[in-house]
């Protein structure tokens, strides 16, 4: 492609007779397949066209075109350049939302950990302290009902991460810039800001002789693009489907937790009665309703794993 843009330039400016023969064929595609071309070179070749085209005749028609396409063509690097800084800013933020969120995730699955076991040495001393007991089961159910409720506000798919799915942001000068690529390597049409679609001249003549070559080379890039696309999807349905299996084995632990905790209360709720002849004890209530807000925070992350569930079986 950079030899197709630079044999043309140099062509078109140290022959006369190939100067007058474009200018016959239609100044205006000639100007604006050279310009689409020229934006997809290299910067080094970049510059020699340019360099080329400023030692032209100044009054020439063609070359006042030319050099306005050009500019554009330098005006649309600069936004894809931007474009593709911003998509690596925003990559890096969603990178380090996901960190935080398995780093919440991480936290109260280790405070799971310390619960089950502060449990098994409660069951030793409840009979022997039902009353201390009761205190530190008050705490311990609240503090398995805040790391649920922790683990599913991490599990939740926040806007920054949904909304910046792989290849799914897209500006229109990428979209241009994809067209024109395309359309260059296919000889098929090109776009340039402030210009119609025109066919290129890097395949002449052969490119109108053998339309069916064109359309089955389209056909098959089209395939390609969509398969691309396809294996893109099946990736993040993977990754959804691994994170929803996470979320089924941590409330699972959270359950058998919850019916130790259950099973230790009682326990401990009994002995109280013995000793308080049928008294309520605050604990022992605290404990309880702390372990109906589990069930809650439970249902919550039960109602996000069906959601993602079912958006990926109706994907498929």
């Known amino acids: ?81 931007q474009r593709r800084s911003e998509s690596e800013a925003l990559k890096k933020v969603r990178t380090a939302v996901e960190n935080a969120r398995e780093a919440e995730k991480e936290r109260a699955r280790q405070k799971i950990e310390q619960i089950k076991q502060e449990i098994a040495m409660l069951m030793m001393m409840a009979r ?58 296919t000889g098929g049409t090109v776009t340039v800001s402030g210009a119609n679609s025109v066919p290129t001249s890097s395949q002449g003549e052969e490119g109108k002789n053998n339309p069916s070559q064109d359309s089955a080379q389209g056909q098959t890039e089209e395939k390609e693009k969509q398969k691309a696309e396809l294996m893109g999807i099946t990736q993040k349905q993977a990754e959804q489907l691994s994170r929803t299996q996470e979320d089924r084995d941590f409330m699972n632990e959270v359950r058998k937790v919850k019916g130790q905790l259950k099973a230790l209360i009682e326990l401990v709720k009994r002995q109280l009665e013995l000793e308080e002849k049928g008294k309520d004890n605050d604990d022992v209530k605290s404990a309880e309703k702390s372990l109906r807000d589990v069930d809650t925070e439970l249902s919550n992350i039960q109602s996000d794993v069906l959601t993602v569930q079912l958006s990926v079986n109706l994907s498929v």
């Open 128 to 185: 022997i302290n039902p009353k201390a007991v009761a205190r530190r089961l008050a705490q311990l159910s609240k503090e398995l009902a805040a790391a649920v409720k922790a683990y599913g506000s991490a599990s939740t798919p926040s806007s920054t991460s949904t909304g910046m799915g792989g290849g799914s942001m897209v500006s229109s000068t990428g979209d241009t810039s994809d067209g024109q690529t395309q359309a260059v390597s």
């Open 1 to 81: 492609m950079n030899t197709v843009a630079t044999n043309a330039l140099s062509a078109w400016a140290g022959n006369a007779r190939t100067k007058d023969h474009l200018s016959n064929k239609g100044d205006d595609n000639f100007a604006t397949t050279l310009a689409s071309i020229s934006s997809h070179i290299s910067k080094r070749q970049f510059e020699k066209a340019s360099n080329l085209i400023a030692r032209l005749d100044e009054d020439d028609a063609i070359v006042k075109k030319l050099k306005q396409a050009l500019e554009d063509a330098k005006l649309a690097q600069k936004l894809e350049e």
